[in-house]
Antibody, heavy 120, light 107 residues
Framework: ELQLVESGGGLVPPGGSLRLSCAAS????????VNWVRQAPGQGLEWVSI???????YYADSVRGRFTISRHNSENTVYLQMNSLRPEDTAVYYC??????????????WGQGTVVIVSS | DIQMTQSPSSVSASVGDRVTITCRAS??????LAWYQQKPGKAPKLLVH???SLQSGVPSRFSGSGSGTNFTLTISSLQPEDFATYYC?????????FGPGTKVDIK
């Protein structure tokens, strides 16, 4: 079954760091375009970052310079390293596959989400 | 950045009703638009990609149309399992952006 499973969320004080993991099953992250999307409590969806098959990465303005997306092919896992966290980063973080970034294919597989709370 | 707007922000409808949701982009995005359904406490689910292509496994009562800046998602006959929040999203250029959502609830 095609699946993404996130982990690594938790409670962290402002200014702290956290690394989220997104493990894929039944497909390879190296051959996919994987995004992080977040949703603050009671709010809508916000795109955070994407890593392309070739390794190119892109970020939302709100996280650029603080968050880093990366990929470990042998573990079939994508990571989101989050530094200098702010209370406004509090959200459910989803990883999601963009089936083909060179066609308008949409985000077809989503994980269950992991909760990040930034608070003292 | 491309801004996405949706209307209405919420709609109350009955089972069997036809529901239409509109999404507008602040600049032309060709067909680079997707629609998602989200139920409380769950991850979003892809319904439509490339503005009008139905995702595999999605019931045919859902349809999408439009190109450029104006798009619609139509549910031809609302079913009980369709009560949810719907989001449009553009993938034409970075940063990818979502609309604010349209909540469909029971009249």
């Amino acid at each position: 079954e095609l699946q993404l499973v996130e982990s690594g969320g938790g409670l962290v004080p402002p200014g702290g760091s956290l690394r989220l993991s997104c493990a894929a099953s039944a497909f390879t992250v190296s051959g996919s375009y994987v995004n992080w999307v977040r949703q603050a409590p009671g709010q809508g969806l916000e795109w955070v970052s994407i890593i392309y098959t070739g390794g190119d990465t892109y970020y939302a303005d709100s996280v650029r310079g603080r968050f880093t997306i990366s990929r470990h092919n042998s573990e079939n896992t994508v990571y989101l390293q989050m530094n200098s966290l702010r209370p406004e980063d509090t959200a459910v973080y989803y990883c999601t596959r963009y089936r083909d970034a060179y066609n308008s294919d949409g985000f077809d597989i989503w994980g269950q989400g992991t909760v990040v709370i930034v608070s003292s | 950045d491309i801004q996405m707007t949706q209307s209405p922000s919420s709609v109350s409808a009955s089972v069997g009703d036809r529901v239409t949701i509109t999404c507008r982009a602040s600049q032309g995005i060709s067909y680079w638009l997707a629609w998602y359904q989200q139920k409380p406490g769950k991850a979003p689910k892809l319904l439509v990609h490339a503005a009008s292509s139905l995702q595999s496994g999605v019931p045919s009562r859902f349809s999408g149309s439009g190109s450029g800046t104006n798009f619609t998602l139509t549910i031809s006959s609302l079913q009980p399992e369709d009560f949810a929040t719907y989001y449009c999203q553009q993938a034409h250029s970075f940063p990818f952006t979502f609309g604010p959502g349209t909540k469909v609830d029971i009249k």
